[in-house]
């Protein structure tokens, strides 16, 4: 049977499928919910926004009951001047008691629990409130009796039309409430000027309908405007959730990258081991054979397999040291054994290593060093590692014949840099990342199959990085490459200045009391 092992493109291209299916799944999740609502729904909204439509009258009421008591008790008192006071009294109770009745529901239905309750009996019970406080108001005239006075009746008209304008803003978020309390007002300013003169009747109602019309026209007005932000607000949640779902997601995602890439260190680093001690043995077998210590071979044949078996367990032997180094990096294990070096002088050392394989692919080797520097306080290992990388990949990529400059000097914020250039084909622009990238590998390195592992520059960047600096890689295709490694200023030792020796002082005599003779 076989079994089809999957890849890491398949995989993530699954793991893509499965959070759009999740996504979509979610955003028809909320669709069909959205639905749901407005079919049992009686006005055709989400539950949600009538619930908060429904909140924002009581609240409303309940906050503007404190201004509308001592109005009430201001107009019960007025009404004194052309009426009886137990008439007065009569319709100031009627409305207290309307204003009353409304804040109770109110404040029971804040209460409620929405998840539970019948949502379309409690909006009808607070459309009936409003008509019920509308009403007592609109009840002012038959109770207190219409004024003779043309002043007094036009102040009842205005008190009246302000309890309209009142009505209509705070219950906006309930259009039916708004149009049924209309229905009293508009009672009120027909008796109101029923009785007077027909240019006058006719005047004072255009102008009273209209500014009625006026406020349920506002009310309409900032009912669209609070559904617009119930809208806006709902979208925001949604979008927060999608937000917080997607962050989560990425925090999952990155704890398992985290995870993967301390497995992949980890495993790396053991086989790595693993490896090293039966390639010894092939190395150290080899080295005795091909050397001939127990006697000859016997067989040119035989000697020429044994050199083959040598140099490629000597090459895998530095692939693995290679990727051991790297993964001890990645893992933050590598620690730097810091002390104060001579850069100059560490370079030149890895020259003179490299000059005999320089010598042998026919390149010529030339250094500008610049002497007499501050030392450095780095890790000596670390940067001999560096230098010979960045030597041996210019050795390695560069054609018979060319040349490599390797300079040492100061940077221009006070720090010190390692340059290694040459007069190679060069490296396509695109392709710099991808030489820089753990294992990566140029098209011109594969096209010529050239040895190598991808991991020199890589280890080269991490181990600069480390001291905190910089790997920097110019290269131009035809022209060559320059590989500068810059250290910080805060590597730099600075000299200090001498130390005077301190003055000579003048030696102090201590007299010792004499000590007197025993008697």
Known sequence: MDHHLPTAAE???????????????????????????????ASGLNRAFE???????????????????????????????WTHPTRAFIWLALALAALGVQMMVCKDFLALDYSTADLSKWVKRLIATELLFVASWASLPMIVSIPEGEVIRVFLLFAVMVIGAVSAVLAHTLPNAVYIAAAPIAGVIIQLVVDRQHSERWMIAALCFTALLLFVGLANRLYSTSLENLRA????????????????????????????NAAKSRFLATMSHELRTPLNAILGFSEVIKNELFGPVGNEQYKSYIEDIHRSG????????????????????????????DLASVVDDSLRLLEI???????????????????????????????????SNAIKFTHQGAEILVKVGWTASGGQYISVKDNGPGIPENEIDT??????????AIKNADQGSGLGLPIVKSLIEL??????????????????????????????????PPAPQPDIIVKQPRRGRAA
Do not use: C, Y
Request: hydrophobic letters at 45%; glycine letters at 4%; charged letters at 30%.
């Open 233 to 260: 607000r709902a979208e925001k949640d949604d979008l927060f959730a999608e937000v917080q779902h997607a962050n989560d997601r990425l925090q999952e995602a990155t704890r398992r990258a985290e995870e993967a």
């Open 11 to 41: 995989l993530e291209r699954k793991q893509l499928a499965a959070e759009r299916a999740s996504t979509n799944r979610r955003g028809l999740q909320r669709a069909v919910k959205d639905v749901r609502e407005k079919i049992t729904s």
């Open 51 to 81: 619930i908060e439509l429904a909140r924002e009258f009581a609240l409303n009421h309940n906050s503007a009951a404190l201004a509308i008591i001592p109005f009430t008790m201001v107009i019960a008192g007025a009404s004194l001047t």
């Open 314 to 341: 000597e090459h895998l032997l530095a692939l693995i040291n290679e990727v051991l180094d790297l993964s001890r990096i990645e893992a933050g294990k590598h620690e730097l054994l810091e002390e104060a070096i």
């Open 435 to 444: 030489v820089l990238s753990t294992f990566g590998r140029g098209s011109r």
């Open 357 to 391: 394989r320089a010598a042998n692919r026919g390149l010529k080797l030339h250094s500008i060093l610049t002497e007499q520097m501050p030392r450095l306080w780095a890790d000596e290992r670390a940067v001999r590692q560096i230098t010979l990388n960045l030597i």
């Open 467 to 500: 001291h905190g600096g910089a790997l920097m890689l110019r290269s131009r295709l035809r022209e060559g490459t320059e590989a500068i490694v810059m250290f910080p200023p805060t590597r730099v030792i600075a000299a200090m200045a001498a130390v005077k």
